[in-house]
């Protein structure tokens, strides 16, 4: 296997044209659109409503797997693991914390 020796130049002209592919491609989003004049709206020839009802939203969560991850995702992590309820930091146990322990032991949350 060959290896690849990388210098500083080679870094820095890699970032140039990096940042150079970038600008050229924020200049291009920056004129979308313009090609008419502005007397054309892009939404309306695309046939995108202006105004997104719950209906839009759950079509998408049903049918397209990245909208149904940013919602499903947040909600997976946020309730990962047991749960604990810490009323205070000192390691006296409050009536709330015991009221916790068992409801969690009776119940099997």
Not at 50 to 70: H, K, P, S
Not at 73 to 99: F, H, Q, Y
């Amino acid at each position: 296997m060959k290896r690849t020796k990388f210098s500083n130049d080679n870094i820095q002209a890699n970032q140039l044209q990096t940042l150079s592919e970038l600008v050229g491609r924020a200049n291009l989003m920056s004129r979308l659109g313009q090609q008419y004049g502005g007397d054309r709206d892009i939404y309306e020839a695309l046939g995108y409503p202006l105004n997104l009802e719950y209906a839009d939203y759950a079509t998408r969560y049903l049918r397209q797997d990245i909208a149904r991850a940013i919602i499903d995702r947040p909600v997976k992590v946020t309730w990962r693991g047991a749960l604990e309820i810490i009323e205070s930091d000192d390691d006296l146990e409050t009536p709330l914390e015991k009221a916790w322990m068992e409801l969690e032991d009776r119940l099997g949350v």
